[in-house]
C-alpha cells in the first residue's frame, strides 16, 4: 500500500489548507523521508528509554532530557509526513525551475514549534554538562527561543523584511554559539579531564551542525532555492545528526560521570535522608560523614576523588 498522507488530508499539489493554495510542496517523496526521519527519532527515544533502565534514577537527567528531544521531533515529522502543520506563504522570489515554480510555498511551522520546545532541552543537556550557574542556562535559552521564534516570522513574512528577521535570528545564535564555545567550554574545563572531553565533543558537534541551519533556511524558506522535498532532506539529515546522534554521543561520554559532579543531586525514594552537620554562627561550617560541607554562606559541596571537581550546589 502506498503513502496516501496527501490524498487523505485533502492537500494534492497544488496544495490547499487555510482557506490558501500552496502551489510549491512536498511530494510523496518528501512525505516518505518525513516518515522515515519520524521512525528514526521513535527508534532513538525508545533506545534511550531503554539505556536509561541501566541506571539509578538519580542519575537518569540527560537520559530523560534527551529522550524528550527525540519524542518531540518524532512527532513534528509525522505531522510534517502527513502534510499538516504548514501553510501557504507567499514567495518574495518567484523561480522558473520547474520544481519551485509558482507564487506560494507550503511553510511547516510545526517545524518552529519543534525547534521551541528542542533546542532549549538540547541546550540543557550541553550547559548542565558544562556545569554552567542557572541565570546563565535561563538567559541562553531565552536567546535561543527569540532565535526559533524570529526565524518563523521571517518564514511567514512574504516581504524582504523576512530577512531583518532572519539578522536577529542570526545574531542571537551567535551569541548562544559563544556561550557554547567559550564560556562553557571553560566551565567544562574546571570540571575535569573527561567532563571537558565529553562537552568539547557534543559542543563542536552541535554548534557546527547549527551554523548549517540558517543555509537550509535561506535555500528553502527564505529564498525559495531548493524544492520542498529538498528541503525535507536537508533539514532531516541535519536533525538526526543534531538529535539522535548527539544524543548517543552526549550519553556515551556521560556513562562515568557523576551527575552530583556537576552540582545535580537528587534523591531517589528508597534512599536514605541526607544530614549535613550543622553550622552555627562564626563558624566556616562543618564537614558530615557523606562528604558534604556546609559553609556559612549555605553552599554545600561534594568531597570526591582526587583530581576532580565538584560544582557547588545551593542549599534551599
Known amino acids: 500500500m502506498g503513502n496516501g498522507a496527501l490524498d487523505a488530508n485533502g492537500h494534492p499539489v497544488p496544495h490547499g489548507v487555510n482557506g490558501g493554495v500552496s502551489d510549491i510542496g512536498i511530494t510523496t517523496h518528501g512525505s516518505d523521508w518525513y516518515f522515515a526521519v519520524t521512525a528514526i527519532m521513535l527508534v532513538a527515544t525508545l533506545a534511550i528509554i531503554g539505556v536509561s533502565f541501566t541506571k539509578p534514577r538519580s542519575h537518569r537527567i540527560f537520559h530523560y532530557i534527551t529522550a524528550a528531544i527525540t519524542l518531540v521531533a518524532s512527532i513534528a515529522y509525522f505531522t510534517m509526513g502527513s502534510d499538516l502543520g504548514q501553510t501557504p506563504i507567499a514567495v518574495e522570489f518567484i523561480r522558473t525551475n520547474s520544481k519551485v515554480s509558482g507564487r506560494t510555498r507550503e511553510i511547516f511551522y510545526v517545524r518552529y514549534i519543534d525547534w521551541v520546545i528542542t533546542t532549549p532541552l538540547l541546550l540543557m543537556d550541553l550547559l548542565l554538562t558544562a556545569g554552567l550557574p542557572w541565570p546563565t542556562i535561563l538567559y541562553t535559552i531565552l536567546i535561543d527561543e527569540v532565535m526559533i521564534i524570529t526565524g518563523l516570522v521571517g518564514a511567514l513574512v512574504q516581504s524582504s523584511y523576512k530577512w531583518g528577521y532572519f539578522t536577529f ?3 542571537a545564535f551567535l551569541w548562544v554559539a559563544w556561550t557554547v564555545t567559550w564560556t562553557a567550554r571553560k566551565h567544562a574545563a574546571a570540571l575535569g579531564p573527561d567532563i571537558s572531553r565529553t562537552y568539547l565533543i557534543v559542543g563542536v558537534w552541535t554548534i557546527s551542525l547549527w551554523f548549517l541551519y540558517p543555509i537550509a533556511w535561506g535555500l ?29 554521543l552526549l550519553l556515551w561520554g556521560h556513562r562515568n560521570i557523576d551527575p552530583a559532579r556537576l552540582g545535580l543531586q537528587f534523591r531517589d525514594y528508597n534512599d536514605a535522608p541526607t544530614h549535613v552537620g550543622s553550622t ?16 556559612g554562606d549555605g553552599v554545600t559541596t561534594t568531597t570526591t576523588a582526587p583530581g576532580t571537581t565538584t560544582a557547588p550546589t545551593l542549599n534551599v
Open 169 to 171: 535570528g542570526f545574531v
Open 280 to 295: 552555627h554562627a562564626g563558624h566556616h561550617g562543618e564537614k558530615s560523614h557523606n562528604g558534604l560541607s556546609t559553609g
Open 220 to 248: 528553502s524558506e527564505g529564498g525559495n532555492v531548493i524544492a520542498p522535498d529538498s528541503e525535507a532532506v536537508f533539514y532531516g539529515i541535519l536533525d538526526i545528526l543534531a538529535k539522535p546522534v548527539f544524543g548517543a
